[in-house]
């Protein structure tokens, strides 16, 4: 009954939607969609060349690789049998401050695939309180797990993940893993789905260069229906993204819910050093700590000791979404703060590797992210501009050039095997606009770092004047760049 329900709801929003779309074809004038005339709508979509194209080529390599190269790879990793298996398996799980409902489900599903793998392995527990480890050790006690497979605890002072992540590499250490044991790292709230280690794990010894792996993630938001959609709508767009990166072995991000890595990568001192203490020199904001975004420094880092990265697309986890706010607008900027952020910090510096390193095509998207933030409000800006000058009508084109490109965008999206909602055309278009201010205030700002779950800010004891200075130059060179951009643009139009 509740399925019907939901299904007659999401209809009923997929006809609202084109029924929008249709009022706004009827308020235009005929010549919009008369090829021959000026005012033809598929003009719009010109300044978008880069954009578009850039979407289109991660979507036909997305689709090679999800449909043609990965399956070839499966077929080679199961050819291996036995010779694929790892000597041991470490599964890292890093919590803090998450609800105890969640903390049950999480490893309840870690402690049962480490069961189920069939591989020795090592449940290694990073956490702060002792109600975690007293949990942990009830559900240990009630699952009753074989010999093979034993419990570690790590105890941390709560001073941040990066610390967790930094004491758990140690002490896999210190249990002095051989070249074929395997590190599973996990977040406090990502369930394992069963078998997700034996998915994983044989691609290691497929691809010997091939230093971590990323799973496809799905989520359980405890939120509303706009912000579960917005979390759903992201994990369908990564997992195109990922699939498209995975061609080239340079997936751009080791997830921190749930990646995989060689032992021998995790006890490196310097790749522990990177994710542990990883910092930024820049030439305005001066020196200072990364506080979020460990996945990509944990990236960066296998990118600069010269490994490959890889992504398993049929490897599942189901993260448990807790947004930081109640409004959809303050905690899905809060979210975006943080994730740009990660991104535009590492930017830089990974465009410094070189093609030789990353490869044209990785060099290009890391380029695009540095441009995309710019080109996503030019076709908004130019439609303003136009409609103020020449008339509301030109405003109108736009919105239906909007509607209908990003209900082909969204009808893409369910080409990777992820639900697809009446909301999601709508939002790729909230994510667009709001998300490219966000990366340009961040962009600015990139000394600014906090968690969204955790009340932990980045102080950096700078004195008064260089606070004011940082403040000041960031607000100038904002306003700065955005009048530029605008000032082009009413010269253009």
């Not at 909301?423 to 990139?446: E, M, S, T």
Request: aromatic share 12%; charged share 20%; glycine share 6%.
């Amino acid at each position: 009954m509740d399925r019907l329900k939901s299904r007659l709801l999401e209809a009923s929003g997929w006809l609202f939607y084109l029924s929008i779309l249709g009022v706004l074809a009827l308020a235009l004038p005929a010549s919009v969609f008369d090829p021959e005339s000026r005012n033809y709508l598929l003009l719009i979509g010109a300044i978008g060349i880069w954009r578009y194209s850039m979407g289109a080529i991660h979507f036909v390599r997305g689709m090679l690789f999800l449909y043609l190269v990965y399956p070839y790879y499966r077929r080679k990793a199961r050819l291996l049998g036995n010779a694929a298996d790892p000597s041991h398996v470490y599964l890292l799980v890093t919590s803090f401050r998450i609800d105890a409902l969640t903390t049950a489900q999480v490893y309840r599903s870690v402690i049962e695939e480490a069961i189920d793998c069939g591989y020795p392995a090592t449940v290694v527990c990073s956490i702060v309180e002792m109600s975690d480890q007293l949990l942990v050790q009830s559900l240990w006690a009630k699952l009753n797990p074989p010999a093979r497979v034993k419990l570690g605890f790590v105890r941390i002072a709560g001073t941040g993940k990066r610390d967790g992540l930094a004491y758990g590499f140690r002490a896999i250490s210190r249990y002095l893993p051989d070249e074929r044991a395997v590190v599973a790292v996990i977040d406090g709230d990502t369930v394992l789905a069963p078998g997700v280690v034996r998915k994983t794990v044989p691609y290691f010894h497929l691809f010997p260069n091939v230093g971590g792996l990323t799973t496809n993630e799905f989520c359980e938001v405890r939120g509303g229906y706009v912000m579960s959609e917005w979390h759903s709508l992201r994990f369908a767009q990564r997992h195109l993204n990922m699939c498209s990166m995975a061609l080239s072995k340079r997936v751009l991000t080791m997830t921190g819910r749930m990646s995989v890595f060689r032992a021998k990568v995790v006890t490196d001192p310097g790749f522990i050093a990177d994710v542990e203490s990883d910092h930024l020199d820049h030439w305005r904001l001066g020196t200072f700590q990364f506080l979020t975004g460990d996945d990509k420094s944990s990236w960066y880092s296998l990118m600069r000791l010269g490994y490959d990265t890889f992504y398993v697309p049929d490897a599942a986890i189901n993260t448990v979404e807790h947004p930081p706010e109640k409004s959809f607008i303050k905690a899905s900027r809060k979210l975006m703060f943080r994730w740009y952020g990660n991104n535009l910090r590492q930017n830089s510096r990974a465009l410094a590797l070189g093609v030789r390193r990353l490869g044209w095509f990785t060099s290009v998207v890391l380029l695009d992210q540095r441009v995309s933030m710019w080109t996503s409000l030019l076709g908004l800006t130019v439609a303003l501009i136009a409609s103020l000058k020449y008339g509301i009508a030109l405003l109108l084109v736009y919105l239906l050039w909007i509607g209908l490109t990003r209900l082909a965008l969204t009808l893409l999206l369910a080409c990777s095997g992820h639900h697809i909602g009446p909301a999601y055309p709508a939002i790729l278009y909230y994510n667009q606009i709001v998300g490219a201010l966000v990366k340009i205030y961040v962009f600015f700002r990139l000394d600014r770092q906090s968690w969204t779950r955790q009340d932990t800010k980045l102080d950096r004891g700078l004195k008064n004047f260089q606070l004011r200075f940082n403040t000041w130059s960031s607000r100038a060179m904002t306003f700065s760049a955005a009048s530029v951009f605008v000032a082009v643009l009413l010269a253009l139009v």
